[in-house]
C-alpha cells in the first residue's frame, strides 16, 4: 500500500514560530501615523492590541517562543495530516506529484484556530475581558469564539451581512462557543450606522466589519480587538504549518517544486510559504511560491504597491501594500475569507521583491476545482481553499502538457461542510465571472488621498 497519510507525532509539534522578518533582504516600509504622516511606534497599538502581540508584530527575532498552554491547546487538533493528492493526481492524469496540507481538521474547519488560541491566550494574561473582531466567511469568528471560549474572555463578533445571511450555521456556531454575533454594517456602532445611511441593503465587507470591531473595541478599557489575517503577528503564528510540512515533506522523502496557497489577507498563505521561503533566502533550494485570490478581488495581480488604510472607514494607520483601494467594496463572491482589498506588509514586499507570485481565478473556475477535488479525495474545499486548487490544477495541467513531473504542495485550508450555499448555487448554475474592468479598478484608486511609494 502506497502511504496517502503522512503524520507526525504530538511531540513533533514545532515548539517555536519562524519569523521571516529577519531573513527579508529588504526591510518592508513602517506603517504610518495617518494624521501626522510620521512612522508609527508601538504605542499607538496598545488600545487595539495587548503587548505582547505587539512587540511580536514589531519583532525581528527569527524564532518565538509558542508558550507551553498554547501548544498544549495546539494538540487537539495539531499535528494536521500531509496527504498525498493520489486521488486528483488520477482525474488530472497528470505526472506532477500533488500533496496538501489539511488544516481543516481543527475544531472550526480552518487554519484560524492557529492564531486565535495565542491571540487569546496573551489577551487573557494580560487582564482583558472581551474582544471584539469582524468575520468575513464565519471561519475567524468561530476560531476566536472557540478561543475565547477557553480561557474565558467574552468575544463579540461583527458578521459580514452577506454571510450572516448566507451561514445561519456558522453564526450557531460561534453562539454555541459562547460567542455574541452582529451582522454588518450593524446600527450598534457610528461605523455601522454611516454606512446603512448612505446603504441600507449594503451586503457588507470585511473592511466595514473591522471599522466596527475597533470601534467597539477602542470604547472600552477592558476590551481589546483580534484581527484574523493581514497583520505580522498573525502570519508568525501560521508558520507552524509549513514548519510541520517540512518535517512531513522530508519524511515522504520528497521537497516541493511549488507551494501554493489561496490568499485573503496573506496569514494561510505566509503560514505554510513562509518556512519554505526560509529555505529558498538561504539559497538551499529555488521553490516558486504562490498565491491565488479571487478575479474579483485582485489586490495582488491588479492593484498598486500604495499606502493605505486596513478598514474601510479609515481608522487603522497606514500600512504599505497591494490594494485595491480601502473603499472598493468585492462583488458578494461565497469564499468571503478572500473578499479583503488589501494585503499583509511583508507578503506585499515579498512580491514587489519578485520573491513569491501571485494568479487569479474567475468564480466559475474556482467552484469547477472544488468539486472535481471532493469527488477525487472526498474533502469538500471552503470555496477559500478552492482557488488554490484551482492553481494546483492548472500547474498539474502544464506539467501533463510539457511531460515533467513536478511537486506541488497546496495548503487545505479548510473544509466546505458550513458552505453548502455557495456549492448549492453552483449547482444551480448562479456561481458568476464578477471580472472586474480596469475603469472599475481606476475608480476606486481614484479615491486614495494616501501618499504614493516611488
Ligand atoms: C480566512 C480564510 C482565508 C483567507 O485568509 P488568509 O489570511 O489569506 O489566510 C482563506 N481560507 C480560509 C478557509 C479562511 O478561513
Known sequence: MKARKILLSESEIPDKWYNIMADLPNKPLPPLDPGTGEPIGPEALAPLFPMALIEQEVSTERWIDIPDEVRN???????????????????????????????????????KPNTAVPQAYYNMKEGVKKITTETGAGQWGSALSFACQHFGLECEVYMVR?????KPYRKIMMNTWGADVYPSPSNRTEAGRKILAEHPDSPGSLGIAISEAVEAAVSSETTKYALGSVLNHVKLHQTIIGQ??????????????????????????????????????EGKTNIRCIASEPASCP??????????????????????????????VPAPIHAGGLR??????????LLRDDL?????????????AGIIFARSEGIIPAPEAAHGIATVIAEAKKCKEEGVSKTILFNLCGHGNFDMKAYQDYFEGKIEDHELTDAEIKASLAELSTPEIP
Do not use: C
Open 73 to 111: 491547546i495546539y494538540t487537539m487538533w495539531r499535528p494536521t495530516p500531509l496527504y498525498r493528492a493520489y486521488g486528483l493526481e488520477k482525474a488530472l492524469d497528470t505526472p506532477a506529484k500533488i500533496y496538501y496540507k489539511y488544516e481543516g481538521v481543527s475544531p472550526s474547519g480552518s487554519h
Open 162 to 166: 452577506l454571510s450572516y445571511d448566507d
Open 244 to 281: 510541520e510540512a517540512i518535517l512531513q515533506m522530508e519524511k515522504a522523502g520528497d521537497m516541493p517544486d511549488i507551494v501554493i496557497a489561496p490568499f485573503g489577507g496573506g496569514s494561510n498563505f505566509a503560514g505554510l510559504s513562509f518556512p519554505f521561503l526560509r529555505l529558498n533566502l
Open 299 to 328: 489586490k495582488l495581480t491588479r492593484g498598486v504597491f500604495r499606502y493605505d488604510f486596513g478598514d474601510t472607514i479609515g481608522m487603522t494607520p497606514l500600512f504599505p501594500m497591494y490594494t485595491l483601494g480601502h473603499t472598493f
Open 340 to 349: 479583503y482589498h488589501g494585503a499583509g506588509i511583508i507578503v506585499s514586499q
Open 356 to 368: 513569491i507570485e501571485a494568479v487569479s481565478h474567475n468564480n466559475p473556475e474556482v467552484f469547477e
